[in-house]
Nanobody, 126 residues
């Protein structure tokens, strides 16, 4: 599985961005896909994730209500709409994926995701 993240940029507080994660490879429709972020000097942290069917999503408390996941019909691209950005959202954002059965729980653990994209930088100025 290959993942390509894009859509980051330099924005002002309160602005919005749409991050994309394009997946290529075998059986991408069976993938759970998540977003993580890593700020300078900090550990990589969970942001949001979607189950393979798209029926379930989870968000970290810090982004709930501001970030929204969606997926195209072919399930080859996942989007993270990030609204009301804050300076503390500044980080490199990574998409990650894992195979799983339909009923598997959504994981927030970086170690559970074997496939990673290259990251896209989001910088929010105050």
């Amino acid at each position: 599985v290959q993942l390509q993240a894009s859509g980051g940029g330099l924005v002002q507080a309160g602005d919005s961005l749409r991050l994309s994660c394009a997946a290529a490879g075998r059986d991408v429709s069976r993938l759970f896909v998540g977003w993580f972020r890593q700020a300078p000097g900090k550990e990589r942290e969970f942001v949001a994730a979607m189950s393979r069917g798209g029926s379930r999503t989870e968000y970290s408390d810090s982004v709930k209500g501001r970030f929204t996941l969606s997926r195209n019909n072919a399930k080859t691209t996942m989007y993270l709409q990030v609204d009301s950005l804050k300076p503390e959202d500044t980080a490199v954002y990574y998409c990650a994926a894992k195979y799983g059965i339909l009923t598997a729980p959504i994981s927030r653990d970086t170690g559970d995701y074997p496939y990673w994209g290259q990251g896209t930088q989001v910088t929010v100025s105050s």
